[in-house]
T-cell receptor, first 114, second 115 residues
Framework: QKEVEQNSGPLSVPEGAIASLNCTYSDRVSQSFFWYRQYSGKSPELIMSIYSNGDKEDGRFTAQLNKASQYVSLLIRDSQPSDSATYLC??????????????FGKGTKLTVNP | SAVISQKPSRDICQRGTSLTIQCQVDSQVTMMFWYRQQPGQSLTLIATANQGSEATYESGFVIDKFPISRPNLTFSTLTVSNMSPEDSSIYLCSVQADLSGNTIYFGEGSWLTVV
């Protein structure tokens, strides 16, 4: 099983709708989870971090974490065409040597149609 | 968040040559990392750049191919050696720069094409 898996998409939603992006991870001891947005031709930009079970809201974005299910999601409310980008889920993984590294999923490409 | 500057931002390189990418941060940071993003793929960690000592490489990456320097807490370089077309990629410098020590921020990336 891959360390971090995302629904590959592409995901297409109409403007104003809710976009739901999902991510599962394999390492049960992971404690830190992140969502990055990457516009075409640009580097990833951090949009949300979450460390505790439950929901975390920031403007139109809500991150949801369920450690028991090893599942993290990102909801984008009132989606705008400017939200069209690839969304990368990243999880802090503890290696066998005890160090930590950030592992990324393959990303979900979101298109918001006007 | 830290401001991370990378040079060059873009380059076209000849097969067999080497290129050094520079990463400058506007504040001292504990952890610096180098990632690679191949076309259409996600990010893969190459190595952790350790200040004053040898970098820690991930499986599949070796020092001879990707030598890294980190002389101080604000600067690092990554060299891509003996390049082949398979090295065409975005190379991203990143830093861990928040109080919790977990959040990673990225530079603008260096887009390399090997011909």
């Amino acid at each position: 099983q891959k360390e971090v898996e995302q629904n590959s998409g592409p995901l297409s939603v109409p403007e104003g709708a809710i976009a739901s992006l999902n991510c599962t991870y394999s390492d049960r001891v992971s404690q830190s989870f992140f969502w990055y947005r990457q516009y075409s031709g640009k580097s990833p930009e951090l949009i949300m971090s979450i460390y505790s079970n439950g929901d975390k809201e920031d403007g139109r974005f809500t991150a949801q974490l369920n450690k028991a299910s090893q599942y993290v999601s990102l909801l984008i409310r009132d989606s705008q065409p400017s939200d069209s980008a690839t969304y990368l889920c990243a999880v802090n993984i503890v290696t066998q040597g005890g160090s930590e590294k950030l592992v990324f999923g393959k990303g979900t490409k979101l298109t918001v149609n006007p | 968040s830290a401001v991370i500057s990378q040079k060059p931002s873009r380059d076209i390189c000849q097969r067999g040559t080497s290129l050094t990418i520079q990463c400058q941060v506007d504040s001292q940071v504990t952890m610096m990392f180098w990632y690679r993003q191949q076309p259409g793929q996600s990010l893969t960690l190459i190595a952790t750049a350790n200040q004053g000592s040898e970098a820690t490489y991930e499986s599949g990456f070796v020092i001879d191919k990707f030598p890294i320097s980190r002389p101080n807490l604000t600067f690092s370089t990554l060299t891509v050696s003996n390049m082949s077309p398979e090295d065409s990629s975005i190379y991203l410098c990143s830093v861990q720069a928040d109080l919790s020590g977990n959040t990673i921020y990225f530079g603008e990336g260096s887009w390399l094409t090997v011909v």
